[in-house]
């Protein structure tokens, strides 16, 4: 007999979105910080639940410091932390040195997400799971097998390795970088690459992204958070993210491939396939979602896991510092609904 549970989360997010940052400038130097966070409960069952009620606390930072040398040359520091780094007791989710040059790209060194990431298209969502990355439902319905949770190339968290990363600001609606990492446990290097094409001009807009990275000799690696640790040779994977907007309709899709060759342990490699669409109407905002992961289809004696995921979302927009969110989905078999009452200042 199946045994189905429901997971109600309820919170209050206090955020600072771009338009709402502290943002503080004196001479050449400036202050920029952001951050958000939402809390809240999750029980497995609304009814009965033999864990109880579990809180559910979501969060992150985010403060750069800035300095223009010139008009054309500037540098900088980020640094960001989030709930998800504190989970794996670590003291930062990413923290980085910047140098920028007008109309040519930026230089990023230290620790941060790969190019390949950073220029990657997700799947619209109009509620607050992080659907597009380390999505929340699969912190709290334990999938049955492997998941490649994220539908764009990853190389693991920023904090895992020093990374220089290239990035061209875009030039004729086209924006490229590469990146390489290296002095890592997890592995010998990684070296990834991304590019997007742009078309903003008309009612209806286009975005294409295409991006993918290879990772050399790889020690007990956790790309995704609901993986096993992945030891083999190497990995090799590619992206690609398609998004289109019509006035107030948004529909994207991202598909991931991830490939390890000479793989020990449970096989966490296979395909990651999205899409969504969205749709806003005065101060109200829908979206469908739909997420599959499937693991373990490029070996012959590894277990192959499918896991199907389906997310309706709705927001309504009370003022331009208060919105509440609902998500209705199912995933792992398991349905569940998340609630949110979100607030930014």
């Not at 390795?161 to 446990?185: H, K, M, T």
């Amino acid at each position: 007999m199946k045994r189905y549970c429901v997971i109600v989360a309820v919170g209050v997010c206090i955020a600072c979105g771009n338009a709402n940052a502290f943002d503080y400038t004196v001479g050449d130097f400036r202050l920029k910080l952001d951050a958000s966070g939402s809390a809240g409960f999750i029980t497995n069952n609304p009814f009965k639940s033999d864990k109880g009620t579990l809180f559910l606390g979501d969060w992150e930072g985010r403060a750069e410091i800035d300095y223009n040398i010139n008009d054309t040359h500037r540098i900088g520091v980020v640094y960001a932390m989030d709930a998800v780094a504190l989970d794996e007791n670590q003291w930062m989710h990413e923290l980085f040195a910047l140098w920028q040059v007008k109309n040519i790209g930026r230089l990023e060194l230290g620790f941060t997400n790969a190019v390949a990431h950073k220029l990657g298209i997700g799947i619209p969502d109009v509620g607050g799971l992080r659907v597009n990355e380390e999505p929340l439902f699969y912190k709290k319905i334990s999938p049955k097998g492997e998941i490649i949770s994220d539908t764009i190339v990853s190389t693991g968290h920023s904090h895992e390795a020093l990374r220089l990363n290239l990035v061209s600001v875009p030039i004729d609606n086209v924006q490229y970088g590469v990146g390489f990492a290296g002095l890592s446990a997890e592995y010998n290097f990684a070296a990834d690459a991304g590019v997007k094409f742009r078309n903003s001009a008309g009612k209806i807009k286009t975005a294409l992204s295409f991006g993918a990275s290879f990772m050399d000799d790889l020690k007990d690696h956790h790309s995704d958070i609901f993986s096993s640790g992945v030891t083999s040779d190497w990995r090799a994977q590619a992206s690609v993210g398609f998004n289109l907007q019509y006035n107030s309709l948004v529909w994207g899709t991202s598909v991931r491939g991830v490939y390890d060759y000479n793989p020990i342990g449970a096989a966490s490699d296979g395909i990651s396939a999205g899409t969504g669409v969205s749709y806003d109407l005065l101060n109200s905002s829908i979206s469908l979602s739909y997420i599959m992961s499937d693991t373990g289809i490029w070996h012959k004696d590894a277990r192959n896991y499918m896991d199907n995921t389906i997310i309706g979302s709705f927001r309504y927009k009370y003022n331009e510092h208060v919105d509440l969110w609902i998500s209705v989905g199912a995933s792992s078999k398991t349905p569940f609904i998340s609630v949110a009452l979100r607030g930014q200042f």
